[in-house]
């Protein structure tokens, strides 16, 4: 089946089960492995400190046929490093065995290696902060090299990539840049903004120390904007989400905004909530939460110690209500089928 009869295919689920009110997965994010070759400064789970077992190949198959029961399109692979789990190769081969859209989120250092499983995925995006050693302060010496080696690597083998960049501190001055960088390598670019971390001991979410000043979060979220009106195709969110983000009524210290403290505020328009409705995260330990940003906020069942399906009816009914973070946002969007995000959708994923 083509890429564009996938998207149609998609986008009619997104459509019947947006007016049918019926509420079923349409994405889930399973992080296969803790293990990870990088300690980047601001990585939001610090997942090179946990010890959690991978999850088994076996586990992951019994995951992905519960949720490919519930009508689940897309499955994505998300680590730690996703490549550096050892059956990597035949988790993909399942995903794919079940005609299900594959992507996986990577530093891009083992791509090479794998290439035949990287072939097999639908979409690949690789991290990349910045050039050179913009990139390099936050994720480490060499990452940015090895990284464009994947994006070569990739463009090569025709196929779909996208670059994602975490604004921070250090890179905001640079997003233009990025740009010409996701045009040389024929990749999407997906921009994203910091999560609340980790603390040393793992227990307490902190704001990460590379985090902007509010004034020049707005600052690069507009530039990003405009760049969004020249170049359409060629970023992943849409100008409604990134509007969304620049409109944050509080500061971006403040992840998420939960019910009660979201009444209170009159001068901004919440995108509705999907998340635990129409998308979910499973972390390496099973238990799975309503989107990754809940990570440590939130009571989560496990899947690994009780049916899949049951865990994924208990988290739709969280507190949760707004957020700023653009991936989340952008699939907040389409299940809520905004005409915005959905074009944007049919237009993104042509790029090769
Ligand atoms: S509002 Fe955002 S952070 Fe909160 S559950 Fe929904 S998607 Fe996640």
Redesign the pocket.
Known sequence: MSNLSKKIIAGMKVFIRRFTGKQAPLEINIHITDKCNLKCTYCYSNFYKRHNDDISLHDIKRIVDSFYEMGVIEVSLIGGEPFLHPQFPEIVDYVKSKGLFCSAVTNGYFVSKLIDTAKKLDMICVSIDGLNEVNDLTRGNGSFNKAIEALEIMQKNNINRSIRATLQKHNLQYIEDMMDLAVKYGAILNFGLLFPQSSESGEVKVVSNETPPDELYKNALSRIIELKKRYPSRFFNSITNFTNALNWPVSYTK???FEDELKNITNFK??P????RTFATIDTDGRIY?????IGYYDAPNVLEMDVKEAWNKIKD?K????F?LS??E??LVSNFNIDAMLNLLKVKRIK
Request: aromatic share 16%; with cysteine; net charge positive.
């Open positions: 992840f998420f905004l919440a995108v909530c999907y998340g635990g309503p989107c990754t940003n809940l969280h949760c209500s707004a957020c973070y989340s946002v699939k907040n």
